[in-house]
Nanobody
Framework: QVRLVESGGGFVQAGDSVRLSCVASGRIFSDSLPGWFRQAPGKEREFVAVVGWRDASPLYADSVKGRFTISRDDANDTVVYLQMNNLRNEDTALYYC??????????????????WGQGTQVTVSS
């Protein structure tokens, strides 16, 4: 079982940038594919991004494409980041790190992900 801890959230202004971090323990990310989800109050948890697999590029939700970037720490297989640029009010949510197996790459369903972290809150104000 992998344990995930997110950090980096906070209160920001619209247009600002934030980088979220996710640190894994128990099993490094080289054995699975890390991704990010978010959940706003009163809404379902939604897919944000997942790292690429083999020759495939990372996948992003349409709402964040071109603004968010998911990446791994090249020197540390236990860390993954979510760089969020040009933040909007609608990006306000609790952001979760999770993992999925390589066999499920391409799925954006939360049911295909496991080992959820506790989340880090991002609040964007205008």
């Amino acid at each position: 079982q992998v344990r995930l801890v997110e950090s980096g959230g906070g209160f920001v202004q619209a247009g600002d940038s934030v980088r979220l971090s996710c640190v894994a323990s128990g099993r490094i990310f080289s054995d699975s594919l890390p991704g990010w989800f978010r959940q706003a109050p009163g809404k379902e948890r939604e897919f944000v991004a997942v790292v690429g697999w083999r020759d495939a590029s990372p996948l992003y939700a349409d709402s964040v494409k071109g603004r968010f970037t998911i990446s791994r720490d090249d020197a540390n297989d236990t860390v993954v980041y979510l760089q969020m640029n040009n933040l909007r009010n609608e990006d306000t949510a609790l952001y979760y790190c999770s993992t999925t197996s390589s066999s499920k790459f391409g799925s954006q369903s939360a049911r295909e992900f496991d080992s959820w972290g506790q989340g880090t809150q991002v609040t964007v104000s205008s």
